[in-house]
């Protein structure tokens, strides 16, 4: 299995730029998921996917940022315009199952992280 | 809102030596996963612990789930070079299904 890919594996751009980064997830998996990690605010998640359709984007950072999912093997996130801020690496992350719910745990599943885009926004 | 805090930020030992990293929050979790992150890669998930009180072992590196469900240790025996690399905590938050990661640990082991 080939695994999470990623393109491209860095991008310089200059601000007011459009970026576009983009994900293959694990063929089968049904859950994809974008994070961005910066070393102040670590790893957060940014948006996720079930069946290609969105399911929670509360931590999009704002209108500049959007994502889309247009079939089970693709997914793009694309910042217009770009800005300094940005700066940070994102990953795209997938897993075969959703949230899990016992008695007494919750959580997900394993999720499967690819290498990570490096973005600097100059 | 829930944080993961983790200790120490940075840590450089030798090669053979033993440490211990640990994720604390002032809030329940309902479980926490630990993650190892190379320089240039992603997080990859190292175990998932549930239950209060548990311990689960992967060949050198032990886990641990506190009994109250706020805190995680990971200790790891005998370091070695490949043991370097950022451990990230990470948990459900309340409510919905989305994962809140810790601050991290950066680990160098010095051959």
């Known amino acids: 299995d080939a695994g999470v890919i990623q393109s491209p594996r860095h991008e310089v751009t200059e601000m007011g730029q459009e970026v576009t980064l983009r994900c293959k997830p694990i063929s089968g998996h049904d859950y994809l998921f974008w994070y961005r990690q910066t070393m102040m605010r670590g790893l957060e998640l940014l948006i996720y996917f079930n069946n290609n359709v969105p399911i929670d984007d509360s931590g999009m950072p704002e209108d500049r940022f959007s994502a889309k999912m247009p079939n089970a093997s693709f997914s793009t996130l694309k910042i217009q315009p770009s800005e300094p801020r940005d700066s940070a690496v994102y990953f795209c992350?997938?897993?075969?199952?959703?949230?899990?719910?016992?008695?007494?745990?919750?959580?997900?599943?394993?999720?499967?992280f690819g290498p990570g885009t490096r973005l600097l926004v100059l | 809102t829930q944080l993961l805090e983790q200790s120490p930020q940075f840590l450089s030992i030798q090669e053979g030596e033993n440490l211990t990293v640990y994720c604390n929050s002032s809030s329940v979790f309902s479980s926490l996963q630990w993650y190892r992150q190379e320089p240039g890669e992603g997080p990859v998930l190292l175990v998932t612990?549930?239950?209060?009180?548990e311990v689960k072992k992967l060949k050198r590196l032990t886990f641990q789930f506190g009994d109250a469900r706020k805190d995680s240790s990971l200790h790891i025996t005998a370091a070695q070079p490949g043991d370097t690399g950022l451990y990230l905590c990470a948990g459900p938050s309340r409510g919905t299904y989305k994962y809140i990661f810790g601050t991290g640990t950066r680990l160098k082991v010095l051959a």
């Open positions: 612990v549930v239950t209060g009180g």
């Open positions: 992350a997938s897993s075969s199952t959703g949230p899990y719910i016992t008695s007494g745990a919750s959580g997900w599943e394993t999720q499967y």
